[in-house]
């Protein structure tokens, strides 16, 4: 079956740690995107990647980078500049069509719930 | 700038109640229109979507039409269950020169036996 992968789905790190949170799809998707949500709250856009060996910078990237040398796979890290990285990661992907920005929907994985102890 | 607004929650109905969860937007060009479905512990999941004005999204019992004289995408379902109990977000995509889609801040749905 097609789908993104994220793993793992509860990570720990020590306050100091950089620690790199795995997305992975199989849906042969252009585009794949990182966001943060905290509790009760909405999605904010920490990283994208339209093609493989390129990526922006979204609403939130201080602390965090990314790396995008295959087209499967969109790894985040999470750096120790990060003042406050607990929260729910979530990994997307979509594939606008040629020519367009994103109109189509993305596709979400599961999440990884990252906390600082 | 673009952006969706929705309304906010919680949102704590009955069950078989009728359901509303408003959404209007702003954007340039002739943006996508989504709601996505998280429930708890979990991503998101798209519950519908439109492209164009008039268009009307339909998934599991809940549809949207998108609006574009009112900037509208309201979310309804004539008859909630329990087991729609979950946050609800609004979305847009495909704004003039943009490359990304921009959520709402989600609803919480709450439905009560």
């Known amino acids: 079956d097609g789908g993104i992968t994220q793993s793992p789905k509860y990570l720990f790190r020590k306050e100091g740690q950089n620690v790199t949170l795995s997305c992975e799809q199989n849906?042969?998707?252009?585009?794949m995107y990182w966001y943060r949500q905290d509790p009760g709250q909405g999605l904010r856009l920490i990283y994208y990647s339209q093609i493989v060996n390129d990526f922006q910078k979204g609403d939130i990237a201080e602390g965090y980078s990314v790396s995008r040398e295959k087209k499967e796979s969109f790894p985040l890290t999470v750096t120790s500049a990060q003042k406050n990285p607990t929260a729910f990661y979530l990994c997307?992907?979509?594939?606008?069509?040629?020519?367009?920005?994103?109109?189509?929907?993305?596709?979400f994985g599961p999440g990884t719930r990252l906390t600082v102890l | 700038g673009n952006s969706v607004t929705q309304m906010e929650g919680p949102v704590t109905l009955s069950e078989e109640a009728f359901l509303t969860i408003n959404c209007t937007y702003t954007?340039?060009?002739?943006?996508?229109l989504f709601w996505y479905v998280q429930y708890p512990g979990e991503g998101l999941q798209l519950l519908l979507k439109?492209?164009?004005?008039?268009d009307k999204g339909s998934n599991k019992g809940f549809e949207a039409t998108y609006r574009k004289e009112t900037t509208s995408f309201h979310l309804e379902k004539g008859s909630v269950q329990v087991s729609d109990s979950a946050v609800y977000f609004c979305a847009l995509s495909g704004f003039a020169g943009a490359s990304k889609i921009i959520f709402g801040s989600g609803t919480r749905l709450s439905i009560r036996p």
């Open positions: 849906l042969n998707h252009d585009a």
């Open positions: 439109a492209t164009k004005a008039d």
């Open positions: 954007a340039t060009g002739y943006p996508s």
């Open positions: 997307a992907s979509s594939k606008p069509p040629p020519g367009q920005s994103t109109r189509g929907e993305q596709f």
